[in-house]
Structure formats: C-alpha cells, structure tokens
C-alpha cells in the first residue's frame, strides 16, 4: 500500500507536466460530474467532499444542503492541484479538528494539507467550526502549504474558525494558509490570493518560534511572483515568547506585492516576550521585495520588542509602501525586555544594511503608548523607528501620537484638520471620507477601494444600546436615535457621534442624567430636538460636563431651568446654570456647536444659549475650558445674573470665534457672548439686542480679573452691531469691569446703539485701566458721544467703516450681506446696513434719545417722550409726516435715514369720570356683593368724592340719579390706577338691584362742584 501511494503521489505530479496526458483513477467519483471545467464532480455531502483526495487534479463544485463536517479522523488532502469552487450557500466546511497531542511534522489541521500544479483554484468557501493544531504541522483553517514554482489561485475564502496552536518549535499557521513556500529562486511560479478574510482567533498556548497571522503564516524567499489583493483578518492574532505574529502574515520573503489589504482585528503579546509583531506584516526577511499599495491596520497592537503598526521589518529588504495608514494603537507592555527599550512605530520600527525603503502618501493615528516612567524618544516613534535608506514623501501623523515622526518630508496635522480635508499630496482618486450616515464609523482620510465600514467591526462593538461602535475615540458609539440618545448616561466617560438628526421626538431630560459627562460627543453636523423643564440646578441637553467635550451639535427646540433647590455660588447666590447643550462646565471643550433652542431660566443665575456655568476651582493655575466656533440663534432670557448667547458665567474659559444672533435679557451682567468672564475673548461677533438692569454688553456683560490667571481681560478682534440697553446706567458695547483690574480692547468695533438710563458709554468703562488698541466707533457725533480724545479709538461713519484697518482677522467684501468688515474665521450670516436716525424735541419736554446715531435699518427703534409737568405731548413727526394719536410710547419705524421731532403743548383741563366693572363678584354663599369701579381723575379739578349709587328701582337710577337714597361713599381709598371696591352684605332683595358709580369734583378757580355719573349701570341679581 505504501508504494502504491507513492507511485500515485509522482503520477500526479507528473499529470501537469504533459498537458496531453489524463490520469484515469481505477475508481469512479459517486457523484455526478465528469471532473472537467464544463462538467465538474458535483459535491453533496461530506463522504464525497473526502473523494478529492483520490481525484486530486480534477475540477468540483461545492453543493452541499448541509455543512462537510470534518473531524479529527479527517486526513487533510495533499498536493491538491485541481479546482474546488464553492456555490453561495451551498459552501461552508465546518472543522472539529484536534491534533493538539500530536507530535509529527506532517500531522496537519487543516482541509489541505499541500496545494500545487498550475492552474489550480480554490474559490468560494466558508470555513467554520475549531482547530486545535500539534507541536509541530501546520495548522490553518484551508491550506497548509502551497509548493514553489505553481500557479495557484486561492480566492473569496472566509475562515470563521478559531485556531488554538500547540507549537513547540518552528511552524506555520494562520487563519488561511499556513505557509506559501516559494523556495528556491530560481521558480517563477505565480500564486494569487484574493478577497480572503479570517474572522477566527488564531492563539498560542506554548512559548516557540511559530509564525502564525490571520491570512498566511509564513512566504518563503525563492522566485515565485506573490499577489495578495483584498484580504484582511479581523480576528485577534495572540502569541507567546518568541513568536512572529502578525494580523496578514507572520514572517515575509520573496517578491510579494499587497493590494487593498487590512487588518482590524488585535495583535497581541503579553509583558515580558520577545515576539516580533506587526499590524499587517510582522518580520521581512533579507532580500526580500515587498510593495504595499493601499492598505491600513486598525487592530490595536500589544508587544515588547521592535514592533510596526503597518510592518515590523528587518534588515535588508526592499519596501514600497504606498497610499497606506495605521489606525491602530500600539502598547509596549513593559519597560525592558532582556535589555532592550519598548521599540515601536505607527508605520515600520525601521530597516537594516543596505535595505532600500520608500514610503509615500501615508499617515498614523494610533497611539504609542508606553509603559509608565518611560519615554523611549529614540525608539518609539509616530511614524518610522528608524532606517539608513528610508527616501520619503507626504507623510503625516496625529500630533501627540508618539514624540517625533521618526521620518523626513513628515508633517504633524490635528485630528481636526485631518477630519477636514485630505493632506497634501494625497490624491482624491484613491482617498475619500466616508459618510456617518453610510453605516461608517472611520472620521479619518478612507481608502476608496479598501473602506473600513463596521462589518469589520473591532472588539467590543455596540449594536444593541446604540448603532454601532465601541465608545473609544476612534470608534465612538454611533447615535441614530432617541434611545441611542438617553443610553448615553450608561457610559459618562465613552465616545459618541451622532449619524442622524434627531427630531421627530423632542428630549424632555438632560441626557446624561444628573450625573457628569465626561466623554467626547461628536454631533457630526446633526441636530436634537429639545423640550427639557426643570426647577432643578444645571439644564440642559447635557446636565454637566466635567473633563468632556461636545463638538459639531445643533440643538432646536426650548430649555427651560428655575432653582429651586437651594443651590448657591461662591458668594452665596443662587445657581440655575440653564444652557441649550449644556447646564455647567468643568474642564470641557465645546467647538462648532450651535444652539437653536430658546433657552430661559424663572429662577438663578448663570444662563447661556451654549452654556450656563461654566466653572472651575479658583486654585488652579491654568484655563481649563474652552469654546470655539459656537453660535447662539435662541433667545436667551432670565430674572437673574450672568445671562448671554453663548456662556452665562465663563471662568477661566478662553471664548474664540463665537457669535450671537439671538436676543437676551436678563438682569445683571448681561452679554451677547458671556454675562461675565474671567478670560479672554477673540474673533467673536454679536448682532442680537441685549437687554438688562445694569453691566449690560454686546460682548461681555461684567469684565472680571481672568484671576488667578493674570490680573487683565483681553478682548481682541470682537466687534458688536447689536442693540444694547440698560435700564440703570452701566450699558456699553464691550462690557464693564467690576474689578479694579485692567482692561485690553485691540482690534475691535462697536457699531450698534447703546441706551441707558446713564450717562452712555460707547465702548467700556473699567475700575482700573482701559485700553485700546486700533479700535473702531460708528458715531454721528463723536463728541456727543464721549469719544474725543480716547487714544486708540477712531470714530467711523458707515462709508468710513468699510475702510477700517482692523487688521489681517478681518476682511471687507461690497458684495455679500454685510458689507461691512468681518471676521475671515467667524463672517456675518445675516444681511445688514445702517441709517442715520436724528431725534429733536420742542420745549417742556424731552425724549429717550434726542440726537443722530446709526441703527439698523429696516427696524422698528421705540422712543418715549416726556413732557415737562403741566405739559403734555402735542404732534410728532417722521419724515416731516405727522403722526396722529402716536402716543408718548412711540416705535419708530426706521428705513433709510429717519429724522422724528415732537412738540409739547400746555395740558388741557380734563374732567374726572367715573367707570364701573359690569360684571359684580357674588359668593356662592350669596350672603354679600361686591361691585368695583375706577375713578379717572382727569387734569386742572380736584376730585371730592368718590362711590357707588344703590338703587332697586331702575328707572330712578337711570334717568335721576341724584333722587336716589342710598349713597354708597367708599372707605378704603382708590389704588394708584384709580381702582376701588364697595361689598354690599346681607341676602340680594327678590328682584335685585341696580349700582352705577359717581364722581365729584370741583373747580379749583371757581369752586364749582360738579357730579358726574357712570355710563354703565350693573344690575345684580
């Protein structure tokens, strides 16, 4: 038997070398088929799927209803050298193979033991079940080896089995192959691996120099051409001392060229082993020629020695590495390993001798992260360890993703800006950005023909609580719904993105509870709708957050917040901290978030269409939080202190970039963009009206010390074109210090209208010095409004605003909605111009503005006059026009340049008269009545006497008053509206009775006395 075995192995072996010649087996196959291309053995179940090994060079087809189940009696087919094609669903081997106690070479787990031949394919299979290999075959979820110098064809294979090795010594195995030979150099075969993926676990349980990897364990050095194309693993790949692991291949020689490849599943070896470990490649050996094109690793990485995020590399080999990125982190486990320093790279710790290296279009985002108390500066690197020959062009990594780059023609980029666009260099036929909304999770430059979606999702991935991710920050949890949203507070301290707008149901609770959020939420340009009321502290989307962060949110809808729990400040005052996204702030960072929601607090201070508190621990010595590019649209409105569009009350919280649009009122230290800061404020805009008692500003309410920080506010590049009033004195377009602390103003402009009930201040007012530097003032009469003479300040017309030097922040274009100078970071997004409204009164009597200034044109500017006492408002007029019955509460509709006059006149005398409610109030006990009425106590007479007329005849009431007997004066005096009640006690007569109310009054020049009577006359019943 054995040499008949033997003979049959050559015969086979010789069948590729005459293509004229058939082998003809003694047996027949017990399926239907021929074995040819055109008419293939057709396998249906396990019994015939063993056959193979009888018919090796012939052509089958896979059409099993049920699994091929193959056990540990299974003997793996060898030097396979025909074709094996699977039918979707019809295709799936499932393996319960265990040779864990064996010791022989040649004992394979495995489905094939050795493929070769030319022409040899393998196609469409799905590989289940569990492997457990020996101390020493090959153990691999397809193929154990493939021969030198065949063409064979291995492609669309999934491995789905986990593999456990138990390797003493040098062996080959992986999810795939365990190894491709390639032996001798002077071969030239060709072998193709395609649109292969291994989704087992392939494990070690003993210390050994095996080489195992998701798709292949070892590529030997020899001749052969290799071509891997659109494969990757997402298993996790896990080894002991010494071993070579990698998530595709372990160890690599030869003339290998990887297209589209990737791997997402983790690679890892515990502290105190000396594997040699790379993402997508582990070791390459000597002479070898490796090119990769556009493939990534996104499996984290966990290793001692020399280790790669795309390669670890070794000595002389070539490498072309082409439109590639690693998003994978890397942990060095310990500090040393027999000597020698954790050594890692985002990209390839590096290369040896005369290696020639050339690496291009490539980025890292993973993280080095090494063990505690080291630094490993020369070894541990973003993006090369190091290398001789290493040429290189566009290269970027992630600032603070290691300490250098580690490679020349290497530039450190945000993971902001490379959210944004595409580096330099990179071309836009081959790199993309995919979309949340596609079922993606990557925020990062993608591969067009190798995207990284979340099928290949890593461990830990959430599809139940949310609609995908892990919650890190590469893969935060995915938000696409309201559920998803209020699952947020399981996880405070996670990453989110939301990838759909959520409005069809409005959130009526903060969504993360009462507790802190410090997390990271990416709104990704989405919007929630809101409905929240409380009486308690801390309001909105967000209660608080507390070392988290909030970024490219939209919020719509209403917050609405009112203390009632006794929460108090520092100085003892009540804190509501109301705000659209967030109640209070503790170390966060809001950037590109935008509030929508009308946002209102009944009771408290601290309110804000972004934020309402935003605090921190006054012994720190550093900001600690943080906004940019956030713009405020809802009205913002308390009773309290510290309202504004964007932070109520922002301590130690540098504000850049932000804008208000949105209207706000509230009491004390009312801003656009924060009630009151104790920090700098840069780049920032407001055009809403601004309405308070007293610190009233269109930038800052209140200007505070940015104590303990430094002892002055700094407001630069911010301009106001909003509205501001003050009822008390202190209103003005910047904000007012409360602190004898010095005040900075460059490069800044106020072109809206300010009122108070003071003396009006045009810019600031500080306890200590002001200053102002290149500084801008819209005014008709400079003079008249207190900027004569102030260094820095350059009074402006609109025409001469245009030319304004501001500085290189701003720009000027005629064009666009606002003509007017703008910031380049933060431009104007509603239309606007200015008009010239003048303002002018007769004698004996004033107006709330008397003058010329410039507002907004196309709005409505209310004006009230008072007339001297004695006088009262004779005629206005608009434009010459005059306006009959417009009453000393006057609005002026404002459009082009508006002049309004008004004269005052001596007051007429005016009678009194009397008016009497129509309806009595009668208690259902009917014991009583009451009947009210109001007294006008006209102008020029003196009222004597005021009451209600009692009468059951109606007739007498009516036509003479005078007859009538009961004469009800009042007691209690009228209230200030002239307003007062008679009660009439005792049971209502049978058929009810009359009231009508009186007056009476004389002339004070000729002592005439006079009585005049209601027209209304109330009939009680």
Not at 78 to 101: C, H, P, R, Y
Not at 171 to 194: D, F, L, P, V
Not at 564 to 585: F, H, M, W
Not at 845 to 863: E, L, M, Q
Request: net charge negative; aromatic share 8%; glycine share 12%.
């Amino acid at each position: 038997m054995k040499k008949t075995l033997s003979l049959a192995v050559v015969l086979c072996l010789l069948v590729s070398l005459f293509s004229g010649l058939t082998l003809v087996s003694a047996a027949a196959f017990s399926g239907a088929g021929s074995g040819t291309d055109e008419e293939p053995y057709v396998i249906t179940n396990t019994e015939q799927f063993k056959e193979i090994l009888s018919f090796k060079t012939s052509v089958f087809k896979l059409e099993a209803e049920e699994p091929i189940y193959l056990d540990s009696s299974y003997v793996p087919i060898t030097n396979f050298q025909g074709k094996l094609i699977g039918v979707d669903g019809k295709n799936e081997i499932k393996l319960a193979i265990d040779k864990s106690s064996s010791s022989s070479t040649t004992d394979h787990a495995t489905v094939f033991a050795s493929v070769g031949g030319t022409g040899t394919l393998i196609d469409n299979l799905v590989i289940t079940g569990e492997i457990k290999g020996g101390t020493a075959a090959m153990s691999s979820g397809l193929i154990g080896y493939i021969a030198s110098g065949c063409t064979v064809t291995v492609r669309n294979i999934v491995n789905e089995a986990n593999i456990t090795l138990n390797h003493t010594g040098t062996s080959y195995s992986a999810g795939i192959i365990g190894r491709i030979e390639n032996k001798t150099a002077g071969t030239n075969g060709t072998i193709e691996i395609q649109n292969c993926i291994n989704k087992g676990n392939i494990t070690t349980t003993k210390n050994a120099l095996s080489q195992h990897a998701g798709l292949i364990g070892n590529i030997g050095s020899g001749g052969d051409t290799i071509k891997i194309t659109n494969c990757r693993n997402t298993g996790k790949i896990e080894g002991l001392e010494m071993a070579r692991i990698a998530g595709l291949v372990a160890m690599s020689a030869g003339n290998v060229t990887y297209t589209n490849c990737a791997n997402i599943g983790n690679v890892v070896t515990p502290a105190g082993t000396q594997s040699r470990v790379g993402g997508l490649l582990g070791e390459i050996t000597d002479g070898a020629v490796i090119t990769l094109n556009s493939c990534f690793n996104a499996g984290d990485i966990y290793s001692n020695a020399a280790t790669g995020g795309l390669i670890r590399s070794w000595n002389s080999a070539s490498v072309t590495m082409n439109n590639c990125y690693n998003a994978g982190n890397i942990y060095c486990n310990n500090t040393t390993v027999s000597g020698n320093v954790p050594r890692a790279a985002g990209l390839t710790y590096g290369s040896t001798g005369n290696a020639a290296w050339s690496l291009s279009n490539c980025y890292n985002v993973g993280s080095i992260v090494l063990p505690d108390g080291t630094t490993g500066t020369a070894w541990s690197k973003a993006l090369v360890g190091y290398g001789t020959t290493i040429t290189a062009s566009n290269l970027y990594w992630l600032s603070g993703s290691a300490n250098n780059a580690g490679a020349a023609a290497a530039t450190a980029m945000t993971s902001a800006e490379l959210k944004e666009s595409l580096p330099t260099g990179f071309d836009s036929a081959v790199w993309t950005y995919t979309s949340m909304d596609d079922g993606n999770f990557y925020p990062y430059p993608q591969l067009k023909d190798n995207i990284y979606v979340n099928t290949d999702a890593p461990e830990g991935w959430n599809t139940t609580e949310f609609a995908g991710g892990n919650g890190s920050v590469d893969f935060p949890y995915q938000i696409a719904s309201k559920a998803h949203l209020m699952n947020v507070s399981k996880y405070p301290s996670a990453s989110f993105i939301q990838t759909a707008d959520i409005t069809a149901e409005a959130i009526t609770e903060p969504i993360n509870g009462t507790s802190a959020f410090k997390g990271s939420y990416d709104g990704n340009g989405k919007t929630i709708l809101v409905n929240i009321a409380s009486e308690g502290s801390y309001v909105g989307l967000f209660s608080k957050v507390e070392n988290g962060s909030v970024s490219n949110l939209t919020v719509t809808g209403s917050v609405t917040g009112g203390n009632t729990e006794g929460v108090t400040d520092s100085n003892g005052k009540p804190v509501s901290g109301v705000g659209g996204i967030a109640g209070g702030v503790y170390c966060g960072a809001f950037t590109n978030c935008v509030n929508r929601a009308d946002v209102v607090s009944t009771a408290g201070n601290a309110v804000g269409g972004i934020v309402g508190d935003s605090y921190y621990y006054y012994d720190s010595k550093t900001s600690k939080n943080s906004y940019q590019n956030c713009i405020n649209y809802g009205s913002v409105s308390s009773n309290g202190s510290y309202t504004a569009g964007i932070v109520g009350v922002a301590a130690a919280s540098p504000i850049a970039d932000c804008a208000n649009y949105g209207d706000v009122t509230g009491d004390t230290a009312v801003g656009g963009i924060t009630g009151m800061v104790y920090n700098t404020l840069s780049g920032c805009l407001n055009t809403g009206s601004i309405t308070g008692k007293d610190y009233v500003g269109g930038i800052g309410g209140q200007l505070r010390a940015t104590y303990p920080l430094n002892n002055s506010t700094g407001i630069a590049n911010c301009y106001n074109i909003g509205s501001i009033r003050a009822a008390l004195e202190n209103a003005s377009a910047f904000g007012i210090s409360a602190h004898t602390n010095s005040l900075a103003f460059t490069n800044c402009y106020n072109a809206g209208d300010i009122t108070s009930s003071g003396t009006q201040i045009l810019l600031s007012k500080g306890g200590g010095a002001v200053t102002y530097t290149n500084c801008y003032a819209l005014t008709a009469n400079a003079e008249a409004d207190g900027l004569s003479g102030i260094s820095g300040v350059t009074a402006v017309t609109p025409a001469t605003l245009k030319t304004a030097g501001l500085g290189s922040a701003y720009t000027v274009d005629a064009s666009v909605a606002y003509p007017y100078p703008q910031l380049i970071s933060n431009p104007q997004t509603t239309a606007w111009d200015f008009a010239l409204l003048t303002v002018s009164v007769g004698e004996n009597g004033t107006a709330s503005f008397v003058g010329s200034k410039y507002v907004k044109d196309g709005i409505s500017y209310p004006i009230t006059f008072t007339p001297d006492e004695t006088y009262e408002l004779d005629k206005v007029f608009i434009n010459t026009v005059e306006q009959p019955d417009s009453g000393e509460a006057l609005s002026v509709p404002v459009s082009g340049d508006t002049t309004v006059s008004a004269t005052f006149a001596e007051k007429q005398a005016v009678a009194p008269s009397a008016s009497v409610v129509s309806a009595p109030f009668i208690p259902d006990t009917a014991d009583s009545s009451y009947t009210f009425a109001t007294i006008n106590y006209g102008y020029g007479y003196e009222v004597t006497g005021y009451g209600i007329l009692y009468s059951e005849d109606p007739d007498a009431i009516t036509n003479a008053p005078e007859t009538c007997e009961t004469i009800l004066e009042h007691v209690t005096p009228a209230n200030g509206k002239g307003q007062f009640g008679i009660q009439l006690t005792g049971e209502l007569p049978a058929g009810g009775y009359y009231t009508r109310a009186y007056v009476t009054y004389k002339n004070t020049a000729t002592q005439e006395t006079f009585t005049v009577y209601s027209d209304v006359i109330v009939e009680v019943k």
